[in-house]
């Protein structure tokens, strides 16, 4: 497995609440303290049915697009930077969280990876962001959500795969 980059986690900054008057540009760095400072609040659940945030394989797995969507709702001014890159809002921000390779990416190359999710009444698939060494915003990782299984994907070149079917939750 390819390793992780390790994190240092600041302090949140007062930023992220825009009612303090600071301009301040939207920033793959901003989407993950504010994630982690969504987790830490609880604002985002891990582990639950409807989460956008699992533990699985000892790792972090940011569904996307969802935790992205999240994100935009929540940062409506990203949608000014987006329209100038003619890309949804999300798109915008999982480009940008994309380039801090904090990620794991699969054998192939691909950044997304897909989770088998196994329920009392139906199966379904995740798709996201598998990520390594979170235990600065957890303290200690939570533990893996028994209902999820990651799948490993046998070789193929990126250009065999569709990624338009990589993002679909």
């Not at 825009?18 to 301040?24: A, C, D, F, L, V």
């Not at 921000?93 to 380039?99: S, Y």
């Not at 379904?124 to 939570?142: I, K, T």
Request: proline share 5%.
């Amino acid at each position: 497995s390819v390793p992780a980059k390790k994190i240092q986690w600041r302090p949140v900054p007062n930023y992220l609440d825009e009612s303090n008057g600071i301009s301040t540009q939207m920033s793959a760095d901003h989407f993950v303290t504010w994630l982690q400072q969504a987790i830490a609040s609880r604002r985002l659940v891990i582990n639950d049915a409807k989460a956008l945030v699992h533990i699985v394989a000892d790792a972090v797995y940011l569904v996307s697009p969802g935790v992205f969507q999240r994100y935009a709702q929540e940062h409506t001014q990203i949608a000014d930077y987006a329209k100038r890159e003619e890309m949804a809002d999300w798109q915008w921000a999982q480009k940008r969280f994309e380039k801090l390779h904090l990620h794991r990416k699969q054998a192939n190359g691909l950044n997304i990876w897909t989770c088998e999710v196994t329920g009392p009444r139906k199966s379904r698939r995740l798709h996201g962001y598998l990520l390594e060494r979170w235990q600065g915003v957890f303290g200690e990782l939570p533990p893996n959500n028994p209902y999820l299984t990651l799948q490993e994907v046998a070789f193929q070149s990126p250009m065999q795969v569709d990624a338009s079917k990589t993002l679909d939750v």
